[in-house]
């Protein structure tokens, strides 16, 4: 891990120092929370992963007050080289595209977005077709590095200068989330071909063939099916990234996966609750805790996308998701909608009176669990 | 079914009149909202179950502007004379001191319905001990038909009179919700031992053995497990309710549980979506759906509860859950945590913009799928 870094020196030095940033939490505080949590007036560890989620909250904020507000939801755009080998259902143009219905509001992430109480944010980090930036529904910052990647089937996708500076795109998105206050914070991802991009790098960082992680992505049929599996092989030939994951992330990557990497690491750094998106979103959290484990710590599985590499993903990462809702969607929707759950989570902690308070009697018997009274 | 209904006559002609009025939806309705979804700035059915549950939710309401607000969870309450085998970890007092905790604020339900953005009410259906009203967290309707069941390891739970009193209460909270707007109705129990008739009524009703269904509710040793399992078995032996779903409510369920069932079949009668919750709610939905199959078409099942009969109740109903967090809380929380998924995809149907309104392309390819544009 540290020798990847290492390799790419000076120009990566915000990287190292984010990473180093990044602490494991506590376990004290998991312990204190779940104290707390058999003191409130429900059947102990009656509410399942609620729980769960409410004791990590408390570990990464360091309070048995979590908050879960103010939330974010940061979409990172950027376009593939690889999509002019016809990997995808939809032309590149519909990046910009979208990027312009995030910016007047009308796309899934916006609707679900609002739903979780999140702002949204849009960032350009890559997007090859002119975008149309009327709109005012989301935020919208421009650190566009290049028109798209170059294609990963014929050479790397990104130079190690380009990397940098799309990964620095999401360190600053997330500082920048820390200074408002951002208790939870989600990336979401917009880059026609880029469930290609993510295919090649969970082939590479998991260390499963292929064919094990390439699924439909925005729908495309059995003969673009063929050309994608076709296609992630020869990057993975062209570039023999091996299992270093920066190497991974230039060659066969994305510049918004990039970015995520970035915001994922940067957020763990300030101590601000991740939530985890699909198949795109995760591809940078394989690269972010290959290289800093601690990261995961920060990391909420929002949810089990349909695109079938996520569960060879979620699976590496050892973590379930929280919600299975057959969405494959990506642009940050499935952390939308497990922010809702995380929130939750969090107001049990801070909502529920204690046994003791409520006047409310504890068990009857004495089976060997703690009691609450 | 209608036997069943012929039998009790007159005493449950608001039953008979509820029932009849419940229709199945127009699958009309189903398609077309499916095709407006199929316009929206969205790969072709991304949203996975979002969808699913978007056009029912239409179908429901005959509308492509679904409604998800207001939002009402009715917790209904009563306590089981067969708490006095030792079947639960908590003394029957509980139930009254709960529902004194729902008033004053400080219960998971509380804290998880105004996540949800649902109002609480609190129905005393047969409560056994003495309830401190003070509080206003959550309104409060008392129609207590008696202090608690019969114990039904030795007798039928109820007679009659008083299975039908309390599904009249149940009816009657839906006619209230109808009047005052609800959108979405969720049902939630409390009530120290229901896990136990609901065991018995699900054996009853799926027509499985006793045993694959009972599990440890609140959380009870080994020993009580064991006598939980034989009060379920001597039960069904004393009163023998064969498949009848009221003969099953009457002589091994629960007051909350009839009141309940009267709920759902009105909420269904009114076009309310019923948003399921655990495994005491899901045995009323059992009854209601015996009684009129086309309640299930108002109904979504919010989650599994790791209460193991729950699973056998899903299957038997053919739906999966929306959500599965090892919850087995009941008072409604896995239905309020629901409530926001459902939300969610009414805010999609109504808040995404079109393919054509957005100005972004559709499919480059034209394999089998209709296209959006």
């Given at each position: 891990v ?8 000076g120009?990566?030095s915000?990287l ?9 939490v ?5 312990d ?18 609620l729980?769960w ?7 990464i904020?360091?309070t ?7 939330r ?6 950027g376009?593939?080289?690889v999509a002019?080998e016809g990997?995808s259902a939809y032309?590149s143009?519909v ?5 312009g219905?995030f910016l007047?509001?009308g796309a899934?992430?916006n609707?679900?977005?609002?739903e ?6 849009v960032?350009d ?12 529904a989301a935020?919208?910052?421009s650190?566009?590095v290049r028109a798209?990647?170059?294609n990963?089937?014929c050479?790397a996708?990104m ?6 500076l799309?990964?620095?795109a ?9 200074v ?6 989600a ?25 094990g992680?390439?699924g439909?992505?925005?729908g495309?049929?059995d003969?673009?099916l ?5 296609v992630?092989a020869r990057?993975?030939r062209?570039n023999r ?5 920066l190497?991974?992330?230039r060659t ?6 990039a970015a995520?990497?970035?915001?994922y690491l940067?957020?763990?750094?300030h ?7 699909g198949f ?9 805790s290959a ?8 990391w909420f599985?929002g949810?089990?996308s349909?695109?079938?590499g996520h569960r060879v ?11 299975d809702?057959d969405m494959?969607?990506?642009e940050?929707t499935?952390a939308?909608?497990a922010?809702q759950v ?6 049990v ?8 308070a409520?006047?409310?009697a504890?068990?009857?018997?004495r089976s ?6």
């Amino acid at each position: 891990v540290v020798e990847g870094v290492a390799v790419m020196a000076g120009a990566i030095s915000r990287l190292d120092e984010t990473i180093g940033g990044v602490r494991p939490v506590d376990a004290d505080w998991l312990d204190r929370a779940a104290a707390r949590l058999d003191r409130l007036t429900k059947p102990r560890h009656s509410l399942g992963r609620l729980e769960w989620i409410a004791t990590h909250l408390c570990a990464i904020q360091e309070t048995l007050a979590p908050r879960s507000r103010r939330r974010r939801i940061v979409v990172f755009a950027g376009d593939h080289g690889v999509a002019e080998e016809g990997v995808s259902a939809y032309p590149s143009v519909v990046t910009a595209q979208m990027v312009g219905n995030f910016l007047r509001g009308g796309a899934a992430i916006n609707v679900l977005a609002r739903e979780a109480g999140a702002d949204v944010c849009v960032v350009d980090v890559g997007v090859a077709s002119p975008i149309d930036s009327t709109g005012g529904a989301a935020a919208f910052l421009s650190r566009r590095v290049r028109a798209g990647t170059q294609n990963m089937a014929c050479d790397a996708a990104m130079s190690i200068d380009e990397m940098t500076l799309a990964i620095n795109a999401g360190i600053d998105v997330a500082d920048a989330a820390a200074v408002d206050g951002v208790a939870l914070l989600a990336c979401g991802d917009m880059g026609i071909g880029n469930t290609t991009a993510a295919s090649a790098m969970t082939a590479a960082l998991v260390g499963v063939p292929a064919s094990g992680v390439i699924g439909r992505g925005t729908g495309i049929d059995d003969a673009a099916l063929e050309r994608k599996r076709e296609v992630v092989a020869r990057a993975l030939r062209v570039n023999r990234p091996a299992g270093d994951p920066l190497e991974v992330l230039r060659t066969v990557g994305g510049l918004e996966i990039a970015a995520m990497t970035g915001a994922y690491l940067s957020a763990a750094r300030h101590r601000i609750a991740i939530v985890g998106d699909g198949f795109i979103a995760t591809a940078a959290v394989l690269v972010a805790s290959a290289l800093r484990p601690a990261v995961l710590d920060y990391w909420f599985p929002g949810h089990q996308s349909s695109e079938p590499g996520h569960r060879v993903q979620l699976a590496h990462l050892g973590r379930p998701p929280l919600l299975d809702l057959d969405m494959r969607l990506g642009e940050g929707t499935g952390a939308a909608l497990a922010m809702q759950v995380i929130g939750a989570a969090a107001a049990v902690m801070n909502g529920m009176t204690t046994f003791d308070a409520a006047g409310v009697a504890g068990r009857q018997d004495r089976s060997g669990l703690a009691d609450s009274r």
